[in-house]
């Protein structure tokens, strides 16, 4: 019996990966919160809605379609418990989580934001003082 893939589930299980909340997924969808909360505990998703979510994730439609996280937490069970990386004699090394870049890049690019809105403001102020000065 095939196991049916819970598109909902796998949506929520992306979005907390990337760190990204339901108000911010819901505002890129012109949706609410709520419609999130609700669209994220559906069995299947409507194919234009998915292909939305899936663009603004950056991640591809066949995997929220596909993603079973049974059958990879089993791969990765079995790798471990054969001990394939334990007798290589060498000891894996990862130098940056996947996760951690894009939360790094979220943050870069919010803190660039926050500075364009300080050059914002402070361009209105050299404006304001400008116009009273006529």
């Excluded at 069970?77 to 007798?87: M, P, R």
């Excluded at 890049?105 to 361009?123: D, F, G, P, V």
Aim: no cysteine; glycine share 4%; charged share 25%.
């Amino acid at each position: 019996m095939e196991k049916t893939i819970h598109q909902g589930r796998n949506v929520k299980r992306f979005r907390e990966m990337l760190g990204i909340k339901q108000d911010v997924l819901a505002s890129s969808l012109g949706l609410s919160q709520q419609a999130v909360s609700s669209l994220e505990q559906r069995e299947q998703i409507d194919e234009k809605i998915l292909v939305d979510v899936a663009a603004f994730l950056k991640v591809p439609v066949e995997a929220i379609k596909s993603f079973d996280e049974e059958k990879a937490v089993n791969i990765i069970s079995n790798t471990f418990n054969q001990g394939s990386f334990l007798n290589t004699g060498n000891t894996p090394t990862f130098n940056v989580n996947p996760i951690e870049q894009l939360i790094q890049l979220h943050e870069e690019k919010i803190a660039l934001y926050e500075r364009m809105l300080q050059e914002k403001e402070s361009m209105m102020q050299r404006l304001e003082g400008l116009l009273k000065a006529k």
